[in-house]
């Protein structure tokens, strides 16, 4: 079983900064999607980030953003460590949410789909991010 554990959310100021973390388990991140998503009060569960690798055919390696966060987000992974990042800088009132990590390692996601919550198939807690202007 694929088990995720998200942390480092907090209160942070109007263009500020804040690194997630995600620790992994049970995932082998050679084969398989592990995403950021985040949910504001009232809306939907939003894909901001996701890093899909895949060696079977059609073979992917890409990062893939949101237009809402492209420039200011960053995600990487650390295989060694077993743990995914979310460096958010220039922090804006509306990135106030809570942030999930997700993974799915049945192949179920692509280049076309990877903001979808629906196509992964673990998750873990969310961490409250907010933002005060």
């Known amino acids: 079983d694929v088990q995720l554990q998200a942390s480092g959310g907090g209160l942070a100021q109007d263009g500020g900064s804040l690194r997630l973390s995600c620790a992994v388990s049970g995932f082998h991140f050679d084969d398989g999607a592990i995403a950021w998503f985040r949910q504001a009060p009232g809306k939907e569960r939003e894909g901001i980030s996701a890093i899909i690798r895949r060696r079977i055919s059609p073979s992917e390696d890409a990062t893939y953003y949101a237009d809402s966060v492209l420039g200011r987000f960053t995600m990487s992974s650390d295989i060694t460590k077993k743990t995914v990042y979310l460096q958010m800088n220039r922090l804006k009132a509306e990135d106030t949410a809570v942030y999930y990590c997700?993974?799915?390692?049945?192949?179920?996601?692509?280049?076309?789909?990877?903001?979808?919550?629906?196509?992964?198939?673990?998750w873990g807690q969310g961490t409250q991010v907010t933002v005060s202007s």
């Open positions: 997700a993974a799915d390692d049945l192949f179920g996601v692509y280049g076309s789909n990877w903001a979808r919550y629906w196509s992964y198939t673990s």
